[in-house]
Nanobody, 114 residues
Framework: QVQLVESGGGLVQAGGSLRLSCVAS????????MAWYRQAPGKQRELVAR??????TNYADSVKGRFTISRDNANTVYLQMNSLKPGDTAVYYC?????????WGQGTQVTVSS
C-alpha cells in the first residue's frame, strides 16, 4: 500500500503562485510514475502534469509554461504553479503508480480569485 498526502493548496489572486507538495509513504519502492490531477466543480478529473522515474515529464496544454512538476526523491513530488488563473481553481490530487496499482491522495483545494 502507498499513502499520499498533499499540502500547499490555498487561496491566491490571479497571477500569483503556489507550490503543492505530495509525500508518499508505505511501500514506496517501485513507484514508477507520480502525477498531479485536478478536478473542478462539475468537470471530470484531468491530468495536470506527470513525472516518470527516469525524470521525463509531460503537461496538460493548459498549464505548459506555467506549471513545473519535480521529484526530489522516490517519495516526494512537487507542483510549482505560476501565473495562476481563475480557470486553475480545482481540487488537486496527487497520484502514484506502483507495479500497476494506482494510488490517490485526498486532494488539496486551490482557489484562484480574479
Amino acid at each position: 500500500q502507498v499513502q499520499l498526502v498533499e499540502s500547499g493548496g490555498g487561496l491566491v489572486q490571479a497571477g500569483g503562485s503556489l507550490r503543492l507538495s505530495c509525500v508518499a509513504s508505505g511501500s514506496t519502492v517501485g513507484i514508477v510514475t507520480m502525477a498531479w490531477y485536478r478536478q473542478a466543480p462539475g468537470k471530470q478529473r484531468e491530468l495536470v502534469a506527470r513525472i516518470f522515474s527516469v525524470g521525463s515529464t509531460n503537461y496538460a496544454d493548459s498549464v505548459k509554461g506555467r506549471f513545473t512538476i519535480s521529484r526530489d526523491n522516490a517519495n516526494t513530488v512537487y507542483l510549482q504553479m505560476n501565473s495562476l488563473k481563475p480557470g486553475d481553481t480545482a481540487v488537486y490530487y496527487c497520484y502514484a503508480n506502483r507495479i500497476g496499482l494506482q494510488y490517490w491522495g485526498q486532494g488539496t483545494q486551490v482557489t484562484v480569485s480574479s
